[in-house]
């Protein structure tokens, strides 16, 4: 049985098209990571400029994964009800406004806002992008294209510890950082098909009953154990590792970009070996526990 001469072309369209959103959204997410990163490298030219301890500037960096904490079921429930797309881009356009008033502010308190509307934009995004990735990608393919966007936080992260120090400034950090988030944003409905969202409040669960039913499952309360673990760990070292270097063994800010880009990139190794074995048929358990494992006995060491 021969194919059809329509049909051809329009699984090649079909293909580019997924191509094109799958890699959108991964360099979105990519860029929303920078804004995590961003305040890592500039931690010594913040200091010097509002004053204060590494202990009270610490909270430039910590505003993130609290705002996860608390706005993550939120955001999920969002998705259901505005669609993926539409709170992809509404993630991406806070990040960059955030970051953008965060720029032009002369104020460690209004910086401290606009880093917490920052966390907030940083949320939705992750929630979403992943909704959008599940969405427009065939299942024969989803297992490579999760293990490649999985790689977008220490991508992200290391990128801005690279480039930090090349921008003159940590101000030139925050508006590089937010026209670049806007630029994706922009191009989301360019490369991003529509979804369709549940038009009723009736089926979605509010977020008191969502999280219940989250914390009444064993399975992904270990999982969330499991990536609170990792995030203590990866967090203490990334946030303060380039401010040790140049503080305590007198580094230069370039060179110790430079070694913190480097260490934090090599979760991308990780990142990308993961997505390759699960698309070969390895057990996610078996991967997640083997990775824990090896984390725990690096940390003893």
Not at 147 to 159: D, E, H, K, Q, R
Not at 237 to 262: D, E, K, Y
Request: hydrophobic letters at 55%; aromatic letters at 8%; glycine letters at 12%.
């Amino acid at each position: 049985m021969t194919e059809s001469p329509v049909a051809a072309p329009a699984a090649a369209t079909a293909s580019r098209s997924y191509r094109a959103a799958v890699a959108n959204v991964v360099l979105a997410s990519i860029v929303s990571a920078f804004h995590v990163g961003k305040a890592t490298i500039a931690l010594p030219s913040l200091r010097h400029e509002f004053g204060g301890s590494l202990a009270s500037l610490s909270a430039i960096m910590s505003v993130f994964p609290f705002v996860g904490v608390i706005g993550g079921i939120a955001a999920g429930l969002l998705v259901r009800r505005w669609g993926d797309r539409l709170l992809l881009i509404a993630g991406l356009a806070m990040l960059g406004a955030a970051s953008l008033a965060g720029a032009w502010t002369n104020s460690f308190a209004l910086l401290l806002g606009t880093r917490f509307a920052e966390g907030l934009g940083f949320v939705i995004v992750v929630v979403a992008a992943p909704a959008v990735l599940n969405r427009v990608t065939p299942p024969e393919r989803r297992n490579l294209v999760f293990g490649l966007w999985s790689t977008f936080m220490p991508a992200g992260i290391a990128l801005s510890m690279l480039v930090g120090p090349l921008l003159g400034g940590w101000r030139n950090g925050w508006l590089a950082a937010a026209i670049l988030t806007l630029v994706a944003a922009a191009a989301v409905p360019v490369t991003t098909s529509a979804d369709t969202p549940t038009s009723s409040d009736a089926g979605a669960p509010r977020i008191g009953t969502a999280l219940r039913e989250v914390l009444a499952k064993r399975s992904t309360t270990l999982l969330a154990l499991g990536f609170a673990t990792y995030n203590v760990q990866f967090f203490a070292v990334m946030a303060f590792l380039p401010v040790f270097l140049m503080q305590r063994l007198g580094v230069a800010v370039g060179t110790a970009g430079l070694i913190g880009a480097a260490i934090v990139a090599a979760c991308v190794i990780g990142n990308l070996s993961a997505g390759w074995l699960l698309s070969r048929g390895a057990r996610p358990g078996i991967v997640m526990a083997a990775t824990s494992v090896a984390i725990g006995a690096a940390g003893i060491g």
